[in-house]
């Protein structure tokens, strides 16, 4: 099976958060199933530059405007399609953001030709190659169904994955005359929205099939309170609507070979893990202490409920733990908790950065990772906790929900708990999840019970690969594969 994935960014070359991660690792593990992944993403400049043998495979004298070529490249045993169109990526700041933080006005543009160059391939349009089906991730890349369904050419399954239903990439009406699309496409039925063009909204309209990361996630966004205005589409289409939940790459994340992590260990030698717990308290400024060190990874936003851990430093420091917080984000986040840091020195530290090597050591050290989201697709922080002996702590949201068993006293006696959950997600609720965590990190037969049960939940790619490819199967001609 030939499959043609189509992402704004790839980890390890560029990534802003999990689609990275899923864009980087399911090629790999559907590789071992017999599907074949060309992956095309924006040529940005850490692209470009990671590029070795390079053979140009198409051109575009005028793609929605601009000159780009596609070029074929093999980069960390990924076959790459790159979209090498300078005017669009060749830019400084982020995929999606220019060095101060803003949107880049042509974003609309840019994805635009991403997924028109997407179509025109799954159209047999590159020489030797003819996918039979078409993934793609999020926004971004909703265009690429559309413009499949709109070209007159024959039809070619696709899925579209819903990462997070937040962002949508809605642009003005009046960009709709440059995307090349017919004028019947701008249309309620079609990719319009509310007078908008809505990319996220035309993907889930023109996908065959829609997927999002967690079954539960699958749910809530079928609901006004997490569908954020696309719940009566997906009502509409819940027939081929699908949760699959992500995987994390086991190779990457193996707290045995981990090179970030200073003093390697498994699920029979935990005693290694607090040599790492004095490595991140190093790193933290914190004072070394037994008690428990909490730790958060992420981007400091209200989504993942960061506020109420700035809310709850006070509870956490009267219970006896530290609080070490790697992320960047909301200006006033940053703040609360940079004030924090300040009020109780040696026991809340704060690192505004971005640091893959310092978020490894964080799991591999720290004792409990705080994730109190208000909606969680799927989360993956919380599948590194579960990997690396870091208990996660969880609002009972999306993913989370699908991942991390409570420790309940029912869990606890069959042997299952992996983590600690919470609802609703409160700061009430969030400090009586950090009293309980601390009651059981106090006892520490069921602590390291909760800490191996987690260890050994199957989060690798295996099981999700496999329901992708029955997806994939599923909108194929029966027999075909
Ligand atoms: P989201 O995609 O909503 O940001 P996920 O939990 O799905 O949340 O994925 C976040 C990814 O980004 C994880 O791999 C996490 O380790 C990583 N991450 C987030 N913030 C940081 C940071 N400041 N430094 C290093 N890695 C980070």
Same mark, same amino acid.
């Given at each position: 099976?030939?499959?043609?994935?189509?992402?704004?960014?790839?980890?390890?070359?560029?990534?802003?958060?999990?689609?990275?991660?899923?864009?980087?690792?399911?090629?790999?593990?559907?590789?071992?199933?017999? @599907?074949? !992944?060309?992956?095309? @993403?924006?040529?940005?400049?850490?692209?470009?530059?990671?590029?070795? *043998?390079?053979?140009?495979?198409?051109?575009?004298?005028?793609?929605?405007?601009?000159?780009?070529?596609?070029?074929?490249?093999?980069?960390?045993?990924?076959?790459?399609?790159?979209?090498?169109?300078?005017?669009?990526?060749?830019?400084?700041?982020?995929? &999606?953001?220019?060095?101060?933080?803003?949107?880049?006005?042509?974003?609309?543009?840019?994805?635009?030709?991403?997924?028109?160059?997407?179509?025109?391939?799954?159209?047999?349009?590159?020489?030797?190659?003819?996918?039979?089906?078409?993934?793609?991730?999020?926004?971004?890349?909703?265009?690429?169904?559309?413009?499949?369904?709109?070209?007159?050419?024959?039809?070619?399954?696709?899925?579209?994955?819903?990462?997070?239903?937040?962002?949508?990439?809605?642009?003005?009406?009046?960009?709709?005359?440059?995307?090349?699309?017919?004028?019947?496409?701008?249309?309620? *039925?079609?990719?319009?929205?509310?007078?908008? @063009?809505?990319?996220?909204?035309?993907?889930?309209?023109?996908?065959?099939?829609?997927?999002?990361?967690?079954?539960?996630?699958?749910?809530?966004?079928?609901?006004?309170?997490?569908?954020?205005?696309?719940?009566?589409?997906?009502?509409?289409?819940?027939?081929?609507?699908?949760?699959?939940?992500?995987? /994390?790459? !086991?190779?990457?994340?193996?707290?045995?070979?981990?090179?970030?992590?200073?003093?390697?260990?498994?699920?029979?030698?935990?005693?290694?893990?607090?040599?790492?717990?004095?490595?991140?308290?190093?790193?933290?400024?914190? /004072?070394?202490?037994?008690?428990?060190?909490?730790?958060?990874?992420?981007?400091? !936003?209200?989504?993942?409920?960061?506020?109420?851990?700035?809310?709850?430093?006070?509870?956490? @420091?009267?219970? %006896?733990?530290?609080?070490?917080?790697?992320?960047?984000?909301?200006?006033?986040?940053?703040?609360?908790?940079?004030?924090?840091?300040?009020?109780?020195?040696?026991?809340?530290?704060?690192?505004?950065?971005?640091?893959?090597?310092?978020?490894?050591?964080?799991?591999?050290?720290?004792?409990?990772?705080?994730?109190?989201?208000?909606?969680?697709?799927?989360?993956?922080?919380?599948?590194? %906790?579960?990997?690396?002996?870091?208990?996660?702590?969880?609002?009972?949201? %999306?993913?989370?929900?699908?991942?991390? /068993?409570?420790?309940?006293?029912?869990?606890?006696?069959?042997?299952?708990?992996? %983590?600690?959950?919470?609802?609703?997600?409160?700061?009430?609720?969030?400090?009586?999840?950090?009293?309980?965590?601390?009651?059981? &990190?106090?006892?520490?037969?069921?602590?390291?019970?909760?800490?191996?049960?987690?260890?050994?939940?199957?989060?690798?790619?295996?099981?999700?690969?496999?329901? &992708?490819?029955?997806?994939?199967?599923?909108?194929?001609?029966?027999?075909?594969?």
């Amino acid at each position: 099976m030939k499959v043609l994935s189509v992402a704004s960014e790839l980890y390890p070359l560029i990534k802003t958060g999990g689609l990275a991660d899923v864009a980087g690792a399911l090629p790999l593990a559907l590789a071992k199933r017999g @599907v074949a !992944t060309k992956t095309l @993403v924006p040529g940005y400049p850490a692209v470009m530059a990671a590029l070795r *043998e390079v053979a140009i495979r198409m051109s575009f004298d005028d793609l929605l405007g601009v000159r780009a070529d596609v070029l074929e490249a093999q980069v960390a045993g990924l076959d790459l399609l790159v979209l090498d169109a300078p005017a669009l990526f060749d830019r400084a700041g982020g995929p &999606y953001v220019d060095v101060h933080g803003k949107d880049h006005p042509d974003n609309w543009r840019r994805f635009a030709a991403l997924s028109l160059a997407g179509a025109r391939i799954a159209a047999g349009e590159l020489p030797g190659w003819q996918p039979d089906l078409v993934h793609v991730h999020d926004w971004q890349t909703g265009l690429v169904p559309a413009y499949m369904r709109y070209s007159g050419k024959p039809a070619l399954p696709s899925v579209m994955t819903i990462h997070n239903i937040a962002f949508q990439g809605n642009f003005g009406g009046e960009i709709f005359g440059a995307l090349g699309l017919p004028a019947q496409a701008m249309d309620v *039925e079609g990719i319009e929205y509310f007078g908008q @063009v809505s990319y996220l909204k035309a993907g889930i309209q023109t996908a065959w099939a829609v997927s999002t990361v967690s079954p539960s996630y699958a749910e809530e966004i079928l609901t006004p309170e997490f569908g954020m205005g696309m719940e009566g589409l997906l009502n509409r289409r819940i027939g081929d609507l699908h949760g699959i939940v992500n995987g /994390i790459d !086991t190779d990457v994340w193996n707290p045995q070979t981990d090179p970030s992590v200073s003093h390697p260990f498994g699920i029979d030698d935990l005693e290694a893990r607090p040599l790492n717990k004095r490595a991140v308290e190093a790193r933290f400024g914190l /004072i070394e202490d037994d008690g428990p060190l909490f730790c958060v990874i992420s981007r400091l !936003t209200w989504q993942k409920g960061l506020d109420l851990v700035a809310d709850a430093v006070d509870e956490i @420091v009267a219970l %006896g733990g530290r609080l070490a917080v790697l992320g960047s984000g909301d200006e006033a986040i940053v703040n609360a908790l940079r004030s924090a840091a300040y009020r109780h020195p040696g026991r809340v530290g704060l690192s505004v950065a971005y640091d893959e090597p310092l978020s490894h050591l964080m799991q591999a050290g720290s004792d409990a990772i705080l994730i109190p989201s208000r909606f969680e697709p799927c989360g993956l922080t919380q599948l590194y %906790g579960l990997r690396y002996g870091c208990v996660p702590v969880v609002s009972r949201t %999306g993913g989370l929900n699908d991942t991390v /068993i409570d420790a309940s006293p029912a869990a606890l006696a069959a042997d299952a708990a992996t %983590g600690i959950s919470f609802g609703p997600v409160t700061l009430e609720s969030l400090k009586r999840a950090l009293r309980r965590t601390v009651r059981l &990190y106090g006892d520490r037969p069921t602590w390291s019970r909760i800490q191996k049960q987690g260890m050994t939940s199957d989060v690798s790619w295996e099981n999700s690969a496999a329901l &992708y490819h029955k997806l994939y199967s599923s909108l194929l001609p029966k027999g075909s594969h």
